[in-house]
């Protein structure tokens, strides 16, 4: 791959988006490359993914405007098509997904970081959908989760306007969950996803899926939801061993290896 680049470090994961020269921008061979590096993701070793951007300026500045610019009415439907799904496959990914933005995350910049479970940023981050000052709508998912992430009338406002806003802001409205100098962002990341990791897998996931699928329903049926993967806990290596060993006053020994039990 040319324009992923994915790591692992324990049980961690860290894919960077690598177009440095052209700010990480999102061509379709970036979002071919990030579609199936996801797909590579060894799920039963790997319990937390960080997705970041490389280079010192830009996490990924959106995307790519040369190349949507001839695209045609059909074209420009499948371009949002190829990245709505690999987005959609971040946001759905059983594990959770950090998304450490470190510099522009501008139009599908944006978007990709909120598809991910957590947004972290430097104190150099931009946000913003400028799509319609390029003539376009939002493409990949942002006046969806923008809307549902921060509250419609603030989606509106940054979205109508195509303001860019800065990392203070984006803490102060809630798309981000915290603020570090840049030198500092990547270390807390993976402190984040280490103390993500440590915990119990099956019961990490289903926490994710309890929110995430929630969400999308009415309260009696989340509330159900969260009862059914509650139950499905039980039983389970990770629930016999963490309430027995509180019990017994031990440390619980991980399972080495995930497997759904
Ligand atoms: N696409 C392509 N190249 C980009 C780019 C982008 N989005 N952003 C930056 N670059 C390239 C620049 O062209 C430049 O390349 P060279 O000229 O050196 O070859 C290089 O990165 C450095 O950029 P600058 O020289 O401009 O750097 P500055 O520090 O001066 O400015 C900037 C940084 C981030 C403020 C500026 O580059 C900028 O405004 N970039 C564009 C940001 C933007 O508007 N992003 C949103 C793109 S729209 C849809 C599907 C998807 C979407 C919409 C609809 N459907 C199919 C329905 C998504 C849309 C978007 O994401």
């Known amino acids: 791959m040319s324009f992923i680049n ?3 470090q324990g049980a961690v994961a860290v894919l960077t988006i690598n177009r440095p020269k052209a700010l990480n921008a999102l061509n379709s061979s970036v979002l071919e490359e990030l579609d199936a ?3 590579s993701l060894d799920l039963d070793a790997v319990r937390c993914l960080v997705i970041t951007g490389a280079g010192e300026k830009s996490f990924v500045a959106g995307a790519d405007i040369g190349e949507m610019s001839s695209l045609t009415k059909a074209e420009g439907t499948a371009f949002g098509k190829k990245g709505n799904d690999v987005f959609r496959k971040i946001e759905t990914l059983p594990i959770p997904v950090i998304a450490a933005v470190n510099g522009f995350a501008l139009g599908g910049g944006n978007e990709l970081a909120m598809s991910c479970d957590i947004r972290i940023c430097s104190d150099t981050a931009v946000f913003g959908q400028p799509e319609v000052g390029l003539g376009i709508t939002p493409g990949f998912g942002g006046t969806q989760r923008l809307a549902r992430l921060v509250s419609p009338g603030m989606a509106k406002q940054l979205i109508y306007t195509a303001r ?4 203070d802001e984006a803490y102060r409205i809630g798309l981000v969950n915290a603020v570090y100098p840049a030198e500092d962002l ?3 990341a993976m402190k984040m996803a280490a103390g993500i ?5 099956i019961a990490v996931r289903a926490c994710k899926k309890a929110i995430n699928d929630g969400l999308d329903m009415d ?4 509330i159900a939801l969260e009862e059914d993967l509650f139950g499905s806990c039980f039983e ?5 061993e963490g309430m027995g060993c509180f019990m017994s006053r031990e440390k619980p ?3 080495p290896v995930f497997t759904n039990n």
């Open 219 to 222: 309260i009696d049926s989340a």
């Open 253 to 255: 020994k991980p399972k």
């Open 186 to 188: 990547m270390p807390a």
């Open 37 to 39: 590096a996801v797909d």
């Open 197 to 201: 990791a440590k915990n119990a897998p």
């Open 164 to 167: 860019n806003i800065k990392a």
């Open 236 to 240: 389970t290596h990770d629930q016999v």
């Open 6 to 8: 994915l790591e692992t």
